[in-house]
């Protein structure tokens, strides 16, 4: 009924860039929070980033200052600019949709930052 797919991620070196879009379709009355967790090997899915329907945004403290997220509420989208990208940055990136107050998640893009 509701889906949600992610893309936009790769191979990237330290200090690159990435844009990471997602984007929920289906049956869609209400859709309210969308965010981006991401899950390193060995490691727990921890949060990234969060933006309200209203715009509020939240994130984590590792990724202040370089990353930024954005929603387009009429194409039912999020997106997840990262700048300055490191090592530890490199993780599966989940994204995430309220919709109707259940959470619909994607099936994740790899993110590898490498030289």
């Known amino acids: 009924q509701v889906q949600v797919v992610e893309s936009g991620g790769g191979l990237v070196q330290p200090g690159g860039s990435l844009r990471l879009s997602c984007v929920a379709s289906g049956r869609i009355f209400n859709m309210y929070a969308m965010g981006w967790y991401r899950q390193a090997p060995g490691k727990q899915r921890t949060l990234v980033a969060t933006i309200s329907s209203g715009g509020s945004t939240n994130y984590a403290d590792s990724v202040k200052g370089r990353f930024t997220i954005s929603r387009d509420n009429a194409k039912n989208a999020a997106y997840l600019q990262m700048n300055n990208l490191k090592p530890e940055d490199t993780a599966v990136y989940y994204c995430?949709?309220?919709?109707?107050?259940?959470?619909?998640w994607g099936q994740g893009t790899q993110v590898t930052v490498s030289s």
């Open positions: 995430y949709a309220d919709i109707s107050k259940t959470l619909y």
